[in-house]
């Protein structure tokens, strides 16, 4: 299912950084998570079509390798590798059953890749091969959905996106369709983890120092539309950060 659905998404998934959620809180806030990578080595897992591959090379990452489980997005990463070369290498692969990459790296990123783990086993086996390819101290960074997201609550819809339960409940959690407001949308379904099987898993695997890390809009974002405009994403924040350490 993740294969298919994120094949057909292609190119458009470059589209989610324009959307204000994307532009004012996420990426902004992401960045700022991880901060400095200078000299850093850095594995970007469910790399998608390389944005934080991209951002984070840009700011001095001496190494960075995107893999992505969708062949489409990794062809996409390349071509626009190709057309404005940065040195980022990437491969298709499932994080699940990740083969030996030869070397350990500093900083881990995982956006949105956890969502996908059909089941605990396959969450602690992610994060599991995730810690396999970190140095001693490395330090993993994760976005996603909000464990606490109420659905009944405030919606994201003015700030790009719509996030709908199916009816579908997995191991990990509820499934969910998440819908980014473009011309024309485009949807995809992924599980919402409750926080335990998060965190359950992180240590199972290993790491160690688990933060959860709250979004907050940028100062660009409350001097574009104003602090009013926010008021439903701060009620009812539709995802959150974590970090953690190898």
């Not at 699940?96 to 070397?103: F, N, S, V, W």
């Not at 997201?149 to 409940?169: A, C, H, N, Q, V």
């Not at 688990?210 to 907050?216: A, D, G, M, S, Y």
Request: some cysteine; aromatic content about 10%; charged content about 30%.
């Amino acid at each position: 299912m993740v294969t298919q659905q994120y094949d057909e998404i292609g190119e458009a998934y470059e589209g989610f950084k324009s959307l204000p959620l994307e532009r004012f809180a996420v990426v902004p806030g992401f960045l700022a998570l991880v901060g400095d990578v200078r000299g850093r080595s850095l594995l970007d897992l469910a790399s998608g079509t390389g944005f934080y591959s991209r951002e984070f090379r840009r700011r001095g990452a001496a190494d960075v390798l995107g893999i992505d489980i969708s062949s489409e997005m990794v062809s996409v990463a390349r071509r626009l590798e190709d057309s404005a070369p940065l040195g980022v290498r990437y491969d298709v692969g499932d994080v699940a059953e990740l083969r030996p990459l030869g070397k350990r790296f500093d900083i881990a990123l995982a956006v949105q890749l956890l969502s996908y783990a059909e089941d605990r086993a396959t969450t602690e086996r992610m994060c599991r091969n995730v810690r396999r390819h970190l140095k001693p101290g490395g330090e993993f960074f994760v976005l996603n959905q909000s464990p606490d997201f109420r659905f009944d609550g405030p919606t994201p819809d003015k700030y790009g996106f719509r996030s709908e339960l199916t009816g579908e409940e997995a191991e990990t959690g509820p499934r969910v369709r998440i819908t980014a407001l473009l011309d024309p949308p485009v949807s995809f379904v992924a599980n919402r983890p409750r926080r335990e099987v998060y965190e359950t898993s992180l240590r199972a695997a290993g790491f160690t120092d688990l933060t959860w890390v709250p979004l907050t809009v940028s100062e660009a974002g409350l001097r574009t539309f104003g602090a009013d405009f926010w008021a439903d994403f701060h009620a009812n924040p539709p995802l959150e950060m974590l970090r953690c350490r190898a």
